[in-house]
């Protein structure tokens, strides 16, 4: 089969497409056909040897991936053969077919498309358990997404429409922000015209917001803590600008609080929470109330391509591979 790999860290060009064997199931997990992965910002950092997790060369990204149950373990009774299902992997998606662990596969609703299939789990996942555990936003209040036209921002703009919450959203192009405008924001704010604590200052009447949602940090951190309202949430989401300090005095006078979000503590100690998300925005899915922004699809063999316009700060929305 063909897969997309790395022999050593670095950018996407270290990125080679090999042929290797398919890779056969043990008793416990599940063989999918690929037919369509995804991109996230997380393949960059594990691509350069700065995430959580360091796979053993070979490996490749790919973080998610949508297609059918081709082969299942023994001990395997919840799934069946040619199911259609997404799956959430460790790495190496970028491959035409793929073995996942059946307590993260999930089976799709029958009118979900590969592509949104594929481009599902981990921004919506991620930002709904930030926002609705973490955040623990409430209808009528007010949120700020930093970079709400990337992958984990849009899904943070559509879920908080969800909740019912007011949604103040940023980004740094009109090309972004008119993005942003189809998911019908009550706010939209472009950072590199505007300062974005005077902005939310006059749109809250001084006030300020209930929750920051923040997958970007770096310089826009500062001006998005100045926009907390008394007891207000800061989720710490990215880190995509640089990793801001936190200044507690800021904190303790507002009564504000900063807060960790990570996917991967509700995968590894909390996986209740993982399935109830799953369930439930499966169902925000079926209603339309949310519906994953593709901007493009690429074919396998372009995965690096589809990798630089995340790293260069160029994609909005999700990307897909389809194979
Ligand atoms: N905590 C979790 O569980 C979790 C889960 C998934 C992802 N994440 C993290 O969330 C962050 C965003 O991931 P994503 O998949 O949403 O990425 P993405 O689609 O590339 O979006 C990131 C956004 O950050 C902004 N940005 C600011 N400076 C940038 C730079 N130097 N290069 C690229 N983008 C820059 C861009 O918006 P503007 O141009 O509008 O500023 C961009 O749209 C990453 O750090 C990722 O690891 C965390």
Not at 95 to 111: G, M, Q
Not at 198 to 203: A, Y
Request: charged share 25%.
């Amino acid at each position: 089969m063909k897969s997309i790999l790395c022999n050593r860290l670095g950018d996407p060009d270290v990125l080679e497409y090999k042929d290797v064997d398919i890779p056969q199931v043990d008793e416990n997990n599940i063989l999918i056909k690929v037919k369509a992965t995804s991109v996230n910002y997380a393949d960059l950092v594990m691509l350069k040897g700065q995430y959580q997790t360091k796979p053993d060369f070979p490996f490749g990204p790919g973080l998610e991936c949508a297609g059918e149950i081709v082969d299942l373990g023994i001990k395997v009774k919840k799934f069946e053969l040619n199911q259609r299902v997404l799956a959430k992997i460790p790495h190496s998606g970028f491959a035409e077919y793929v073995l996942s662990n059946p307590e993260f596969t999930y089976k799709i609703p029958d009118k979900m498309t590969w592509e949104h299939a594929a481009s599902f789990f981990v921004a919506y996942v991620s930002s709904y358990t930030a926002l609705k555990y973490q955040g623990n936003l409430m209808p009528n209040q007010k949120v700020l997404v930093l970079g709400a036209a990337g992958g984990t921002g849009l899904t943070a703009v559509e879920i908080s429409k969800a909740i019912g919450a007011k949604v103040f959203a940023a980004a740094s192009s009109y090309e972004k922000i008119k993005v942003i405008e189809e998911y019908g924001v009550d706010h939209s704010i472009n950072y590199t015209d505007k300062n974005l604590k005077e902005e939310i200052k006059i749109l809250t009447h001084g006030k300020g917001v209930d929750v920051v949602f923040d997958p970007v940090g770096g310089k826009l951190f500062d001006e998005a803590l100045s926009s907390l309202d008394w007891g207000g949430k800061y989720l710490i989401f990215g880190f995509v600008g640089g990793i801001p300090q936190i200044p507690s005095n800021r904190l303790l006078v507002k009564h504000r609080s900063a807060i960790g979000c990570s996917l991967r503590f509700f995968e590894n100690y909390d996986k209740e929470k993982i399935h109830t998300s799953v369930e439930t925005l499966f169902k925000l899915y079926n209603e339309e109330k949310i519906k994953p922004f593709i901007s493009k699809c690429f074919e396998l063999k372009d995965a690096p391509k589809a990798l630089n316009l995340l790293k260069e700060r160029k994609a909005t929305g999700r990307i897909a591979i389809v194979i």
